[in-house]
């Protein structure tokens, strides 16, 4: 049975057949350079990263204007995080963040804190969430940045963005937002919540890989960044480099996809995600991470006591997930988002996220539930450990 089941959408997600389709012609026959404006080939492809400007824009209900195209979310990241360093700097070298980011935003910050920024890390509750009263708290006179992300990636938590908002828009403090995981699952708008800078990523929104765009709120102060690429002056003079053309019209095709499908998908992937979970939480010595209420639709992260997620994956080779465990330097490493949420390391190595998506099928559901009881329980009957629990020797 080579039933393969992919469950690892928040790591990224399969291209959907209207967003490919949409792209072949941009590779194909419009293939000008998005920049040479005197003949029809770049003309057509300038029309088709228009499009997928106003598209992209459309989705978080900003302008066109505010959109900046990158390799990636990781690029915007690094693009929002040091352009406002880079440039304000002289104003201030305080940057708050929290202890849960993706690693693309701490890296920056380590990174920064080298450079001569002082970071302050936000810790975080059980259920994943800051305290607003000490995000409050710690905005001081040299705060230049607070860089706090929508949805977390590990968790699927969700942060109260508009309060967030709210007290950088009261201290006039720039507000950088790591909306990767969030944009194309539940709605989001800039017009709401006055987020200044965003960042986000075509490939987990079932777009290409290699494309995402930064947004640049517009309206009252202008924000000036430093550009980390300098050359041809596109996207205003913010990042150099002939446009990637057929990865924009994709991830135009993604957004306006996301944008319709949203709602339903949401609701759907809801009652598949919250099946497996409760399924699985049936089983002894096991509970789910991170706040019930603020999370995205098709995440679960479930720590399963006594045993080594990795363990369970190496076993269940035909179901794609992903580990409490990251690889850092050769040696595996318990997620610092669930040691943030004051897990053990043990209990960190024994949790796996289960992340599902647009072509998830209820059967797949019903065969990963019969697989992972099976498998649970075998590994459970092996393990010394578990048998020092179930004799009572060990909590
Ligand atoms: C995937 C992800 C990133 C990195 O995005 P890339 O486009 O792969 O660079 C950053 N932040 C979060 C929360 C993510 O999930």
């Not at 915007?76 to 360093?85: E, M, P, S, T, Y």
């Not at 009263?133 to 938590?157: H, P």
């Not at 993604?254 to 499908?261: F, H, I, R, S, V």
């Not at 339903?264 to 009652?271: D, N, S, T, W, Y």
Request: glycine share 8%.
């Amino acid at each position: 049975m080579a039933t393969s089941i992919y469950l690892d959408n928040n790591a990224t997600t399969a291209v959907d057949p209207k967003v490919l389709e949409e792209m072949i012609p941009y590779f194909s026959e419009h293939y000008g350079n998005a920049a040479s404006l005197n003949h029809r080939f770049g003309k057509n492809a300038a029309e088709g990263v228009n499009i997928a400007r106003l598209r992209v824009g459309n989705l978080i209900e900003a302008s066109e204007k505010e959109i900046t195209f990158t390799s990636g979310a990781t690029e915007a990241i690094n693009l929002a995080i040091k352009g406002v360093f880079n440039r304000y700097q002289s104003i201030g070298k305080h940057i708050i963040t929290s202890t849960v980011e993706h690693r693309a935003v701490l890296d920056v910050c380590r990174y920064l804190e080298k450079k001569g920024a002082e970071v302050t890390y936000l810790p975080v509750n059980r259920n994943g969430q800051i305290n607003l009263n000490e995000l409050n708290a710690a905005i001081r006179k040299d705060t230049i940045l607070v860089a706090l992300m929508y949805a977390n990636n590990e968790t699927g938590v969700i942060s109260p963005i508009n309060k967030i908002a709210e007290i950088t828009a009261a201290k006039q403090v720039l507000y950088f937002c790591d909306a990767t995981q969030a944009v194309g699952k539940i709605p989001i708008s800039v017009q709401e919540a006055p987020i200044d800078l965003m960042a986000f990523s075509a490939h987990k929104i079932y777009g290409p890989k290699g494309i995402g765009a930064l947004y640049i709120k517009r309206k009252n102060r202008r924000i000036q960044l430093e550009p980390l690429l300098h050359g041809g002056g596109q996207e205003n003079h913010l990042r150099a480099g002939t446009l990637n053309v057929p990865g924009i019209v994709g991830f135009g095709a993604a957004a306006l996809e996301a944008q319709k499908k949203m709602l339903a998908e949401g609701l759907r992937l809801k009652e598949l995600r919250d099946f497996l979970e409760e399924e699985i939480l049936k089983i002894e010595e096991t509970f789910s991470n991170g706040s019930i209420s603020d999370r995205l639709p098709n995440v679960s992260n479930i720590t399963i006591r006594f045993l080594k997620s990795e363990q369970l994956m190496a076993k269940l080779g035909n179901i794609a997930m992903a580990s409490g465990s990251a690889c850092s330097t050769g040696s595996l490493e318990p997620s610092h988002v669930l040691l943030a949420m004051g897990l053990d390391k043990d209990d960190a190595h024994a949790s796996l996220r289960l992340s599902l998506g647009r072509f998830t099928t209820k059967e797949e559901i019903a065969t990963t539930i019969q697989l992972l009881k099976k498998e649970i329980a075998y590994l459970r009957k092996q393990s010394p450990i578990w048998e020092l629990y179930e004799k009572g020797m060990i909590k």
